[in-house]
């Protein structure tokens, strides 16, 4: 459990402190990234990805709680080599997924503190935490990232099954075109701990303008990748 820990908490700061820190350059005033675009951010978040699985490897690197539910729904007996699934393992890899995308967006808040200190508009701040969408439709929210999640964890798992050297390289691409893709209606959160943990900090931190957290949305993008992980898992069984 000291593994699942230290390793899914480190590998998940690293994706939401790069893949935050991507959108606070791309959306916040007075930055060298500043109107760089939807695929500077999609990129951003594929290299945090990639970041993120490295630093993870010894837990399997979900870094992700859809990829940890996907596992179960498929019938894994291991999470990672030596980590079996048990349910005191699953709340292991949870708890510390949230603990470190909290961590991740706290330490971006840092490297940008000067542009947010300046920053007027709230949903431009809250846009550098959490997803939000485009129209608010709560039920074709949850099924975009439905959709979108299912794509994720079908592939990764899809992964297992064809040999290649690509590694880490390959969910980072992945994730690169799931944003280009499918990320336009929600910013394809498809990771409930990459939303809720950067939302947790974004309640707290002492952040000047930063207005409303949107608790109101902050459960589609935990129900919808969940629901799409279980479909994921179950049919990638079938292949």
């Known amino acids: 459990m000291a ?108 490297a940008y503190k000067n542009h947010y200190d300046q920053e007027t508009d709230a949903g431009t701040i809250l846009g550098t935490f959490s997803t939000g969408p485009e129209i608010r439709s709560y039920g074709w929210n949850v099924v975009t990232e439905i959709i979108g999640t299912f794509v994720l964890v079908f592939i990764i798992i899809m992964f297992g099954n064809t040999p290649h050297q690509l590694g880490p390289l390959a969910v980072a691409l992945l994730v690169v075109g799931i944003g280009a893709s499918l990320g336009g209606p929600t910013g394809y959160a498809i990771n409930p701990a990459r939303d809720l943990g950067p939302r947790l900090a974004h309640a707290i931190l002492p952040i000047p303008h930063k207005g409303s957290s949107d608790w109101g949305y902050s459960w589609v993008p935990i129900v919808g990748p969940l629901i799409g992980a279980i479909l994921a898992g179950l049919a990638a069984a079938a292949f």
């Open 3 to 110: 593994t699942i820990f230290l390793y899914e908490i480190a590998g998940t700061a690293m994706l939401t402190l790069l893949g935050g820190g991507v959108v606070a350059n791309v959306i916040l005033g007075k930055t060298k990234g500043n109107g760089g675009g939807w695929l500077l951010i999609n990129f951003g978040w594929g290299l945090a990805v990639f970041a993120g699985v490295w630093t993870a490897y010894k837990t399997g690197a979900h870094i992700n709680p859809a990829v940890t539910v996907g596992l179960i729904a498929n019938g894994a007996a291991e999470f990672a080599p030596g980590i079996p699934v048990t349910f005191g393992n699953t709340i292991a890899y949870f708890l510390a997924q949230l603990i470190g995308a909290f961590l991740g967006a706290v330490v971006a808040w840092l």
